[in-house]
């Protein structure tokens, strides 16, 4: 799979635990499947936070899908003013250099934005308890340090 951005650079696959992430060695850009994203969200919030709020601003993106080379689409993740390219026919997502980060980040504020909620207060300690919080520091810690 090529880069959607560089077009004849290849994706070198770079492993952070039980996700795999396609990554260009040129522009440092990531490509997550659905699945890769999913997991990266389990690790940070409850299926009730990640209903309905992920896609913001859609509009035509500049770029390809790697997989299928047609015109990916681009959103607002979390009304966040964070762009991500993704594909209409669900390849995945393309984050460009640091948008990861700052999509951790994102996750990262709604959990504490849960911690302070009381009414949230059940999911958050179950959140805990399914020692979300632990695995999804690591994989932040991952991400930054990988
Ligand atoms: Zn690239
Ligand atoms: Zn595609």
């Known amino acids: 799979m090529n880069c959607p951005r560089c077009n004849d650079v290849a994706l070198d696959e770079k492993s952070l635990k039980d996700i795999d992430i396609d990554h260009c060695p040129e522009c ?29 601003a859609r509009r035509e993106s500049n770029i390809s899908c790697p997989k299928c080379h ?16 993704h594909c209409r026919n669900q390849h995945g997502y393309w984050l460009d250099e640091g948008e990861e980060k700052k999509i951790l980040a994102v996750m990262k504020q709604r959990v504490q934005d849960l911690k302070r909620s009381s009414s949230a207060e059940e999911s958050w300690s179950a959140f805990l308890e399914s020692g979300g919080a632990r695995s999804f520091l690591t994989k932040v810690k991952d991400l930054f340090t990988g």
């Open 28 to 56: 440092k850009g990531l490509w997550l499947d659905l699945r890769e994203m999913d997991q990266l969200e389990d690790n940070a919030m409850n299926e009730d936070e990640k209903k309905g709020m992920m896609e913001y």
């Open 70 to 85: 047609e015109v990916m689409e681009t959103f607002n993740y979390r009304a966040n003013d964070l762009p991500i390219d």
